[in-house]
């Protein structure tokens, strides 16, 4: 059994940052590969940003390559979400994933997800 918890969401300005975190718990952390998703109102979930098992390689969407950075502490078992340069079109929950292939980008491909996590960006 695997469980991930975030916290971090909130409200922000636009232009301004936040960073969200997830603990991951019930196996061994640096063997799952983690992303983030997110959905907005009357939206699909979509791919926002992966990171591979070993934390060696990245991946980001276009609509949010050079604002945000995806990383990984496998001594915490905890994955990080930096959010700077924040749009209105941020505005979305936001969720961590994990699974067993490195730079998933299809929802369906991950076996285990936290609650969600609420980010607005204000304009």
């Known amino acids: 059994q695997v469980q991930l918890v975030e916290s971090g969401g909130g409200l922000v300005q636009a232009g301004g940052s936040l960073r969200l975190s997830c603990a991951v718990s019930g196996r061994t952390f640096s063997s799952i590969a983690m992303g983030w998703f997110r959905q907005g109102p009357g939206k699909e979930r979509e791919f926002v940003a992966a990171i591979s098992q070993s934390g060696r390689t990245a991946y980001y969407a276009g609509s949010v390559k050079g604002r945000f950075t995806i990383s990984r502490d496998n001594g915490k078992d905890t994955v990080y979400l930096q959010m700077n340069s924040l749009k209105p079109e941020d505005t979305a929950v936001y969720y961590c994933?994990?699974?067993?292939?490195?730079?998933?980008?299809?929802?369906?491909?991950?076996?285990?997800w936290g609650q969600g996590t609420q980010v607005t960006v204000s304009s």
């Open positions: 994933a994990g699974g067993s292939r490195d730079g998933e980008t299809n929802p369906s491909n991950y076996d285990y």
